[in-house]
């Protein structure tokens, strides 16, 4: 109720008029929206008196008695407050609180971990949790998170087994290293490779590969971490063999290579090949480990994919250990895998970290899926989503956007323009960061309406649409798309 309504509503004319000053008159207004105010306050309904109604009834069946009592004071607390802030029209009609404790319970009852549609471009987006399971591999994370399962048990000898033996088998073929050992995610496994061979010693590292990849992962931090001694050779954007030799003392525990991942030098810029480290290395006696991070396991060139080192090239290569991620180009589930040599990978089981470090059967059991999907599928492209949205032909893309745009269209209204136009995808998580991919996008525009307005109105549907602003348009790009009417917002709450 506005100021002037309520004075009407409850002051006489008559004392208003009596009144001589200003002063006065706002007194007497004061306290008459006082007296209202606590008037709208007495009317708000009890919580027993809320709970004994009809309209909770089917809540009270879904939800535990506790989690609605929460809800229903939570709804009154802010109805409270919106009361005492003044608000014009807060409603205190038992229906209409009872309504909002059930948009309430809807709303939080849900789970925190929305389900969004991808619309971004960026293929494998870190913050959506980038690769998308393949059919296969959620099969086996249901299968072993339902039945009991051969985790750490030797069927043949009837005693326990080791955890790693569910992958390595698999990470051997597909590397042609000689052991292989699973961690949470690839900042785990470089920690705990660089603490197993090299603690207490010195690590060399190129200066233009002391990178931060996003999160906080920090090369020299990680090593600090690890117990190893940082020992930075060459310059930012060239080193030398020579570098590295110079740089070799009876400190020295491992020749660190990291993949640059997020950036490139480029320029009067030059690097060491991974082959003259290893030789190095092996004339040293010391160890040459790689930090690949995304780690591809197959040549994505041949798919017309900008290339990126495939891991068994480097294992080819003679790394005696490579690290990568298991949800970046592999696309499979969050895990850290370290390939290389028997001795190497041998200590890094018998480091006490790694128990610390080690992933639970679930991971295993997606990781398995999916390398056995790259061994023995006849059809890995289809098989594996990652692989799937960075193939994806114009075409498909194109016949995409025809289906979703007059929907789009329908549901926006005439005024919003739409147009189907070239965009820039990005394979994401730091991977090949300077090349994009040739992708396809609905472009929206609206004649009053900004890119982040529009962007805006998709991000709080249900469920939400993610897309880019580019300008003063809003963009959904197809790659990551496969039905079009998940393009269309439903409404928001
Ligand atoms: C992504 C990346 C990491 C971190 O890997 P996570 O699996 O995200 O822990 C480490 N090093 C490099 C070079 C990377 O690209």
Known sequence: MSLLALVKATIPLSQLQGARCYAKVLSIMKSAVNDATSAQLRTLPSIEKLLKSTMLVPALQCYRHAYVVESARAVLAETRREILSGSETIAVEEEVILRRIVGHLHKTGRSPLRSVINATGTVLHTN?????????????????????????????????????????????ALTGAEAATVVNNNAAAVLLALNSIAEGKEGIVSRGELIEIGG???????MRKSGVVLREVGTTNRTHLHDYADAINLHTGVLLKVHPSNYRIVGFTSGVALEDLVTLGAAQQVPVMEDLGAGALID??????????????????????????????????????????????????KNPLKRALRPDKLTLAALSGTLRLYRQSPHLLADLPTLRWLTRPRAEMDAMAALALPLLQAHLGAEFLL?????????????????????????????SLSGGAIERQFRVANPPILGRIRGDAFLLDLRGIFVAEDLVPNASE
């Open 216 to 222: 906080s992962f920090r090369i020299p931090d990680v």
């Open 128 to 172: 959506l949790g980038r690769a998308l399971l393949a059919k296969a591999a959620v099969d086996e994370v249901v299968r072993a998170a339902t039945s009991p399962v051969t985790l750490e048990y030797a069927l043949d000898e009837g005693g326990r087994g080791d955890r790693d033996q569910i992958v390595e088998d698999d990470l051997l």
């Open 419 to 447: 147009t189907v136009e070239d965009a820039a995808a990005q394979i994401g998580s730091g991977a090949l960061p300077e090349e994009d991919l040739p992708s396809r996008a609905i472009v929206i525009r609206h004649p």
């Open 300 to 349: 994505l060139s041949e798919y017309g994919l900008p290339k990126e080192p495939v891991v068994a090239e480097r294992v080819a290569a003679g790394a005696d250990l490579v690290t990568f991620s298991g949800d970046k180009l592999l696309g499979g589930p969050q895990a850290g895998i370290i390939v290389g040599r028997k001795e190497w990978i041998a200590r890094i089981k």
